[in-house]
């Protein structure tokens, strides 16, 4: 016997459209930058007419800040989960370091380098990007706040750690654009690291002299 294949709902398709939109988006933004991305591109990369996105958003401005938010989002889901995972089983101050480094050279810098310099000049973009943002830096926080609480230092300080970290990983990744060269973001990470380990002092304690291990 033929198992029917089953139907989808109208909530189905519509968070299937939804998706590919989001996707499209970014893709756009990511290949050819915000003043080049068109609703008509857009619609073209996701596989649909414009009637059909006209019917989830009506601007440009509510596409692009819906896939910006979901995009994060995403980011965030990943570093809850990594917060949580670091508070559950410890870890070292260099692990921290590299997942930065990771999930913000994985285009997430490249398309907020695009989208950026707009909200300089258009207050609504900026007003709906606000909260997204807030949100994105919510999920860092967690990180360094489990960090803080595993090695008994203030969370206010690990907050600034890791503000100095982003600045430091944003410039770095933004010399990537002109520069290819891999051993020397390499010897700027590994000079980072040594700094957040010395800001950290009870972390190496720990890892150097576990407590089953003392006389």
Request: a negative charge; hydrophobic letters at 40%.
């Given at each position: 016997?033929?198992?029917?294949?089953?139907?989808?709902?109208?909530?189905?398709?519509?968070?299937?459209?939804?998706?590919?939109?989001?996707?499209?988006?970014?893709?756009?933004?990511?290949?050819?930058?915000?003043?080049?991305?068109?609703?008509?591109?857009?619609?073209?990369?996701?596989?649909?007419?414009?009637?059909?996105?006209t019917?989830?958003f009506?601007?440009?401005?509510?596409?692009?800040?819906?896939?910006?938010?979901?995009?994060?989002?995403?980011?965030?889901q990943?570093?809850?989960a990594?917060?949580?995972?670091?508070?559950?089983?410890?870890?070292?101050?260099?692990?921290?370091?590299?997942?930065?480094?990771?999930?913000?050279?994985?285009?997430?810098?490249?398309?907020?380098?695009?989208?950026?310099?707009?909200?300089r000049?258009?207050?609504?973009f900026?007003?709906?990007?606000?909260?997204?943002?807030?949100?994105?830096?919510?999920?860092?926080d967690?990180?360094?706040?489990?960090?803080a609480?595993?090695?008994?230092?203030?969370?206010?300080h690990?907050?600034?750690?890791?503000?100095?970290?982003?600045?430091?990983?944003?410039?770095?990744?933004?010399?990537?654009?002109?520069?290819?060269?891999?051993?020397?973001?390499?010897?700027?990470?590994?000079?980072?690291?040594?700094?957040?380990?010395?800001?950290?002092?009870?972390?190496e304690k720990?890892?150097?002299?576990p407590?089953?291990?003392?006389?």
């Amino acid at each position: 016997m033929v198992e029917k294949k089953k139907t989808r709902t109208q909530g189905e398709r519509s968070a299937e459209t939804l998706a590919r939109i989001r996707k499209a988006t970014i893709d756009v933004m990511y290949e050819k930058g915000l003043s080049r991305t068109s609703t008509v591109e857009i619609a073209a990369v996701a596989g649909l007419s414009r009637g059909a996105m006209t019917h989830h958003f009506s601007s440009k401005e509510e596409i692009l800040t819906d896939a910006i938010a979901s995009m994060l989002e995403e980011v965030n889901q990943k570093l809850f989960a990594f917060a949580e995972d670091y508070a559950e089983r410890g870890g070292t101050t260099d692990e921290i370091v590299d997942y930065i480094w990771q999930f913000m050279s994985d285009r997430l810098f490249y398309v907020t380098m695009e989208y950026l310099p707009e909200t300089r000049h258009n207050a609504d973009f900026k007003d709906r990007l606000i909260p997204v943002v807030r949100r994105f830096h919510a999920g860092l926080d967690a990180i360094w706040s489990a960090l803080a609480r595993k090695r008994g230092v203030p969370e206010d300080h690990a907050r600034i750690v890791m503000n100095a970290t982003m600045c430091i990983v944003r410039g770095m990744i933004a010399q990537t654009i002109l520069r290819d060269d891999q051993e020397y973001y390499a010897q700027m990470l590994a000079f980072w690291k040594d700094e957040v380990r010395r800001l950290f002092p009870a972390a190496e304690k720990a890892s150097l002299n576990p407590p089953d291990s003392e006389a």
